[in-house]
């Protein structure tokens, strides 16, 4: 999906004096309170990390009224980023006639609202259950728990709420659409394989217009005449 991204970044982190004979835990406790926010400084919500080493045996006591520590460290990080105009994916857990509401990752809130949804999908209700049906292809449904494909409009750092669109063909049903792919390779399999053999004679021979007529061929014209 994209909007995640793996980065190696070079940290800083500030350690109350206090916490010095537990320096390990106290790294983490640390990190652990930027999970599932926003940073500017990593451009994207912090989602997993993992330390890969201190950069100094030494950490530096800082000076101030409160003097801390800052350790130096290098980790792997897991963010979330969502841009506009990337595409991303989540569940549908609640729809109406004019809206969508979807989560992402567990973490954060999309709303596609209906004039970003496609005239091709229609809202219905079936059996009691309220739907959006393609009028095109009777297969593609989209309800309560289907993970679908969205458009990204807008991201909100503050409150992690993006504005989806499924106005693009390549948007709705996560399962429908890669259905639908598998189903279009192989028709395009079967086009080309039908094509290739349109050239080969009934024997198995490639026939070539433009070659002469065999003397076999010649005598049997002959006594056809």
């Excluded at 963010?79 to 109406?96: D, M, R, W």
């Excluded at 063909?169 to 399962?175: A, I, M, P, Q």
Aim: glycine share 8%; net charge positive.
């Amino acid at each position: 999906m994209e909007g995640l991204k793996r980065s190696e970044a070079e940290l800083v982190v500030y350690l109350h004096p206090s916490k010095t004979k537990l320096v390990s835990e106290a790294i983490h406790c640390e990190l652990n309170s930027l999970l599932f926010k926003f940073s500017e400084k990593f451009d994207g919500v912090l989602l997993a990390y993992e330390v890969d080493k201190l950069m100094d045996n030494k950490a530096k006591i800082l000076s101030g009224l409160d003097p801390y520590i800052g350790a130096r460290l290098k980790a792997n990080l897991l963010l979330f980023s969502p841009k506009p105009n990337i595409y991303l994916e989540g569940k549908v857990v609640k729809l109406a006639e004019e809206s969508l509401h979807i989560v992402i990752l567990g973490i954060s809130a999309c709303v596609i609202t209906g004039e970003d949804i496609r005239e091709e999908l229609k809202f219905k209700i079936k059996h009691g259950e309220e739907v959006f049906r393609s009028r095109t292809h009777k297969r593609h449904v989209i309800g309560v728990g289907t993970v679908i494909r969205f458009l990204v409009k807008s991201f909100d750092e503050d409150t992690l709420h993006i504005s989806g669109s499924l106005a693009p063909n390549c948007t709705g049903s996560v399962r429908w659409l890669v259905k639908n792919m598998k189903d279009e390779y192989l028709s395009n399999r079967g086009a080309e394989k039908r094509k290739a053999n349109a050239g080969k004679s009934d024997i198995g021979g490639y026939v070539d217009e433009a070659a002469p007529p065999s003397a076999q061929s010649v005598h049997k014209l002959k006594r056809r005449g």
